[in-house]
């Protein structure tokens, strides 16, 4: 691609370029051009500017290739196309900001832990926060890249967080905004010439994401099935995965003392097992609370000199003094914390683990009708993975201000750029080759929607997972929901059996029945949308609510 041999060009010929800089140098560079402040522990903290706390959706373009294009399911309201030409134009303008830039920090990693497919991804910024970013969040260069499937097949990804593009240019081939502008930023990737770029967003999110997706597109050609999915291990090697969209719960809960943690977000599972993509967690930190979810709590509060700690806190409220208030919502609701897996007490180096035997399937229901805990068998596994339900909540997105009920398959449609068959299919074949169980966990309300009822308490959902992950809830009888067609256990040790029936802790039972429906409605229309012409197995359809 001729960009690249240009970018290379521009990138020789200029006097401070940042090569792969130490840890300590990005965390020095950084607080000296004053992209972050250093807080009372030595974390780092910055806000971002107002239209890029969270990811933009609207702004994320795909490059529509004719010879890929069926590839990509373009169906998908996640799936906006990019033209060529326009993506040409774009990168033509990044060339010039980077030839215009003062300094240019450059970092060569790779996403996968398992060399046999990790993906080399070389980043260039004129920020040093984000270079430290992709230096925590994605993973050294193992000496054995040579044996990957994509050594000679690297990504090259552009960021430059603080410009814009021209409004005027990019009239009628990027989004219409509400004032009738056109959009100046823009979050793309062309999986044809291995290029991505950032323009416009500072959010940290917005690079980890597009690096995942890009593995979510890549992998299933190879049979290798990529999940949006936290993983840990247990005394004995037995891995759970932990499925769910951001404010779920993946990164709180599988974040547990007793079981070494392999990764937050995301993961590959081949035929040799399950290998996390990063090197870092990116947490969320609104009202992180240091008696239930310590090990976060110190990861980004605990005190080390600067250039030792190096933790990034994102958007959250720091006071004068440098301490921080987790509590306050007030700027956003989306505060996170990027740190390396190492400053947890409890992970696994290498980051990759045999078949799981267990996939837990995290949800947030806002309206308050699901169970805390639900057993799914085969069919019922492929049904939830396909409808990925879940509230979407505050914070997580621009413009989401309130939770709304929303259906996201596989837990994480926006970063699942191929045509749904390709990962479901997968999923089912590895359930069945390796026996692994599935649960789906409600870690939203009780007792009421949002606004009424309760949210679920994390202590209780932590007795469940143990429940589940000891083999106890295994064990125990099940009854199967009439409208939602899962089976909710009759027990479950350590937590009240009256929770484990959602409309037993309703007030008003006709409010429960009515919201049920309504609920399984939403299920049934959106099913019939998005699955109708998809000619899937009549047992799996069967499970939709309202059938």
Known sequence: MNFLKELQTVIS?????????????????AVKNREALVSRNGALATWTRLESTGRSPKDTLTVRHTDIEAEIDWDSANNIPLAPETFTMILADALAWVERKEKLYITDRVVGADSRYALPVRTVSDMALTALFTVTMFRPVPRDIGRSIFHDQPFT????????????????????????????????????ERVGIV??????GSVKKLMFTVMNYLLPKSGILPLHASANEGPHGDIALFLGLSGTGKTTLSADPERALLGDDEHGWDQHGIANFEFGCYAKLINLNPDKEPQIYHAIVHEAPYLNHGAIVENAMMYPD???????????????????LSFLPNVKKSSRGKHPRTIIFLTADANGVLPPVAKLDQDQAMFWFLMGYTSKLAGTETGIVEPVSTFSRFFGQPFMPRNPNDYASLLGEKIKKHGTQVYL???GWSGGPYGEGKRMDINVTRAIIRAVLNGELGRVTTQEDPTFHINIPHSCPGVPSVILQPRNTWKDADAFESRARKLAAEFSAHFDKVYGNKNLPAAVCRQCPGK
Do not use: H
């Open 199 to 204: 323009i416009g967003s500072a959010y940290g």
């Open 322 to 340: 440098g301490t921080f208030d987790f509590n306050d919502s007030r700027l956003i609701e989306n505060s996170r914390g990027s740190y390396p």
């Open 441 to 443: 966990i409600n870690t």
């Open 157 to 192: 990804l552009i960021a430059l967080p603080m410009d814009k593009l021209d409004k005027k240019k990019y009239s009628g081939r990027l989004r219409t905004l509400a004032d009738g502008t056109t959009s100046d930023m823009v979050v793309a990737m062309d999986f044809k």
């Open 13 to 29: 010929q200029k006097e401070k370029v940042f090569n792969n800089p130490k840890r300590r140098d990005l965390i020095k560079a």
